[in-house]
Nanobody, 121 residues
Framework: QVQLVESGGGLVQAGGSLRLSCTAS??????VGWFRQAPGKEREFVAH????????YHANSVKGRFAISRDNAENSVSLQMNSLKPEDTAVYSC????????????????WGKGTLVTVSS
């Protein structure tokens, strides 16, 4: 069984940067996605990366500002977040992809507990 643990969240001012990590234990991680959920809103797709490192997909709302990458030697996936905006405030979670649409949370399993990102204006 694979367990995912997110880290790297915190409080940052608008325009700042954070780097989130998703580390797996149990066995090698396959394709992984990042999602986020803001208070009172539905879970939203952020980014996805294939187990080989390519292809990678990013939501339009974060394209050009966020970048997903992976380190298979460390069994981890990272999300570099630059030019952060207050609307990026959310709990960010990673999960393992099981197939079909990459931007649909229903196609993921073994969710981590998430890490909170707060962007102040």
């Amino acid at each position: 069984q694979v367990q995912l643990v997110e880290s790297g969240g915190g409080l940052v001012q608008a325009g700042g940067s954070l780097r989130l990590s998703c580390t797996a234990s149990g066995r090698a991680v396959r394709s992984v996605g990042w999602f986020r959920q803001a208070p009172g809103k539905e879970r939203e797709f952020v980014a996805h990366i294939h187990w080989s490192g390519s292809p990678a997909y990013h939501a339009n709302s974060v394209k050009g500002r966020f970048a997903i990458s992976r380190d298979n030697a460390e069994n981890s996936v990272s999300l570099q977040m630059n030019s952060l905006k207050p609307e990026d405030t959310a709990v960010y979670s990673c999960a393992i992809y099981s197939g079909d649409d990459v931007d649909d949370a229903i196609n993921y399993w073994s969710w981590g507990k998430g890490t909170l990102v707060t962007v102040s204006s």
